[in-house]
């Protein structure tokens, strides 16, 4: 009988293409953690910033129930958006909760477009108020669980303001105390790297002066020019950034007007599903894949208001819902009214899904491979992160109960975790 083949390849060789890999094995552990396992929220609420008050979330979920049962009430909004009738009773249930309780997941107090030149006095007043306002919301427990503010952009005509905002804003917040626990800071209408490489260096200097913990103070990065999506060497910018300044930015958010008016797309045309977005969404997409980096989607300005509201919540019904099948869970909502179709999408979404995707990890960690083949389906160990991932969301924004979770997929929440994020799983239990 011949002798079993012994390996080629000595100590030594393998040494050697350790060594040659050293640095791919650091760029995949310092660049590419995932996600982290956070919540995440369903969308960010943008308002001119001297409009925010403590009770501004519950006022803003009062008004938007309001319009929903002014025009039939949360379960023919559903039927609007093509649910039927147990479904549309389900989610009604849900939405009308989440109304009560938490209308707003993220909310911007906007010091950009939203506010404008009001001069610098009037500025430097609202930022401090801003900021005053935000932390007594917080110490309340009346503040969205994110909430921050968009200053203007760091172009040279507006650089020096923006920065003093974003200055007195921090400065403001950590003069009361801790900082919210949620707090997003939004640098907007992104060119190149060095101005988030400027950012970088503007956070990390208001770190050190109110001594925070390094990467303490995260930022989002919305996207609304074509140039970070095509530099002029012909490369992509936006790809760029997550490795220029390594666990700092926390979002890109994809801005729908300004990037498709800078193409020259007519504003009739201008939409979160004209090609030139889908483009550039797809390639934030692939720019931030496994960086831990979340992706927003942009906005509609179609508002449910007058005589055009039950077209316009199915608009934004049909629009919120392509894109979180394409993988963007969050968008941005301009109105009150435009809250009874976010949800109500959001959580049809989540709940159509939840059986299947129930089912097929309920399979997948029972090992019962004869069931997953009979059932024509096999799922890998990538597939069932994203089965997991699909409904630890819909769990994090409400969609779900962890009761009903339990009793389809047979897991509980700790172990639907561990699934969706397995490495921070085995970080938790090393």
Request: hydrophobic residues 45%; negative net charge; charged residues 20%.
């Amino acid at each position: 009988m011949a002798a079993a083949p012994q390996p080629s390849l000595s100590a030594g060789d393998l040494a050697a293409i350790d060594g040659q890999l050293a640095a791919t094995d650091r760029l995949l552990e310092q660049n590419y953690p995932g996600d982290d396992g956070s919540r995440q929220p369903v969308h960010t609420v943008y308002v001119p910033a001297d409009r925010f008050t403590p009770s501004f979330a519950a006022d803003w979920g009062a008004e938007a129930l309001a319009a929903a049962n002014a025009h039939g009430g949360l379960e023919k909004l559903g039927a609007l958006l093509g649910q039927d009738a147990a479904l549309a009773e389900a989610v009604a249930q849900r939405v009308e909760a989440k109304l009560a309780s938490e209308p707003i997941e993220d909310l911007r107090l906007d010091f950009e477009d939203g506010f404008g030149d009001r001069g610098d006095d009037a500025e430097d007043a609202a930022a401090v108020a801003a900021a005053s306002a935000v932390a007594a919301a917080a110490a309340a427990g009346s503040a969205p669980p994110f909430i921050g503010i968009r200053f203007k952009c760091f172009e040279a005509a507006t650089r020096s303001r923006g920065l003093r905002t974003l200055d007195l804003f921090v400065s403001g917040l950590a003069a009361a105390g801790e900082l919210p626990e949620g707090l997003v800071l939004t640098l907007p209408k992104v060119t190149t790297v060095a101005q988030v490489k400027a950012m970088d260096y503007a956070v990390s200097r208001l770190e050190e002066v109110h001594s925070l913990l390094a990467g303490r103070l995260r930022f989002e990065v919305q996207v609304e020019t074509p140039q970070l999506i095509l530099g002029p060497e012909g490369t992509s910018p936006v790809a760029q950034l997550p490795h220029a300044v390594p666990g700092r930015i926390s979002g890109l958010h994809y801005g729908t007007y300004d990037y498709s008016a800078s193409l020259q797309i007519s504003a009739e045309y201008q939409s979160m599903e004209h090609p030139v977005a889908d483009f550039a969404k797809e390639v934030m997409q692939l720019a931030v894949a496994s960086t831990g980096i979340r992706l927003s989607d942009g906005s509609t300005n179609i508002i449910p208001l007058g005589d055009n509201v039950e077209n316009a919540w199915q608009l934004h019904g049909r629009l919120v819902r392509r894109s979180l099948e394409r993988g963007y869970y969050q968008g941005w909502d301009l109105h009150p009214a435009q809250l009874p179709s976010r949800f109500a999408a959001t959580y049809a979404f989540y709940r159509q899904g939840l059986p299947a995707a129930a089912a097929r990890l309920r399979t997948y960690v029972e090992r019962d491979n004869a069931e997953q083949t009979e059932g024509g389906v096999m799922d890998e160990p990538a597939t069932a992160r994203a089965l997991a991932a699909f409904v630890l969301r819909g769990v994090q924004c409400g969609a779900v109960g962890a009761e009903e979770v339990q009793a389809l997929a047979g897991i509980g929440i700790p172990q639907l975790t561990g699934l969706a994020h397995p490495r921070l799983a085995t970080t938790s239990n090393s």
